[in-house]
């Protein structure tokens, strides 16, 4: 079996033994070792999965850490354990005072379900307060393996590992920071997006009012990036009759956590813009926003200033531009169907069309 498959097993076992797994030794002897074991660890060999590790500090002399993973007979990883009920808030002073004593690079806190995965990233030979990689083996997700399978026996490089931690930690906390903000929007987050739609004074009594409606949009938002993601899934399958749904759900969630990635062709689509529009307007203020849906082409980084959008992640390239209403009001055009991304010169009154809609 795979990681992958190794994981699935050993959670089923944790959703079966957790109501009877009462304290930290037991918590060690049925969710922690096994763990370790999985990643080709030999739990039961002290020259390499140490227990009860002597970490002396300055004023606690003889203290241990409850298992160092060694290498090379030098201490690698440090992995401090609690009961499977504890939630590990507030538990990583003792794992940090270890960590800064010992030539250990990573430290690990677990309660034998939720992993988290420290290191130095501030300051060097000091642990970060916050985990770069945390896991909960209950909901892990297709990426967070992949990452794991950094810290396996047989293809654990250090320096591979620090050079993808500070990415996979800021990656955590901006997703978190997300969360976060679209379940209840700060004052300042409805502030900038206020900023960005709203041409009125943005007084209290004026963010109190969008409030509710920027919260909406947002859960709205996302609900729609989910049905479209998977409509498209769906007409590109019609004719293969095993799709499992909830499959493609769950890839279309990771899509939305992992973030929009920026393609060759949208880049090449922007410069060809770019060029038909050199004599009309500043190519300084031609910016773009990126999202899982399409490439918007803007001007001065303004998403309400777009001058077109470039759909070109489905097998079949449109282009959009704004319109205006007969009120007078603009207004998303529709999608216009392209071949290839040369007839992008085709629409070079159409592209300076748009951006009289706002000089």
Known sequence: MDLKDNIEELAKKIEKYKDRVINEEMTKTAFVLPFFDMLGYDTRNPFEFHAEFTADIADAKGEKVDYAILIDDVPRILVECKECNNSLENCDKQLTRYFNVTPAKIGVLTNGIVYKFYTDLEKPNMMDEKPFLEINLLKIKDYQINELKKFARNSFDIDNIL???????????????????????????ITYILNEIYDGVKTQKVKDRFTGTIKKSISEFLNDIVRNKLEG??????????IVEEEIIETQIEEIE???VTTEEEKQGLSIIKALIHDVIDLDRITYKDTLNYFSVTIDDKV????????????????????????????RGAKIPINNINDLYSFKDRIVDSIKLYD
Not at 304 to 331: A, M, Q, S, V
């Open 258 to 260: 992992c973030g929009p």
């Open 233 to 242: 899934a769906l007409e590109a399958n019609k004719n293969t009759q095993n």
């Open 163 to 189: 050079n993808s931690a500070e990415e996979l930690k800021y990656s955590n906390l901006i997703k978190k920071l997300l969360k976060t903000e679209f379940d209840s929007p700060s004052e300042n987050f």
């Open 304 to 331: 309400t200033k777009w001058i077109c959008r470039l759909y070109f992640n489905g097998t079949t390239k449109f282009i959009k531009f704004p319109e205006i209403d007969e009120e007078g009001f603009k207004d």
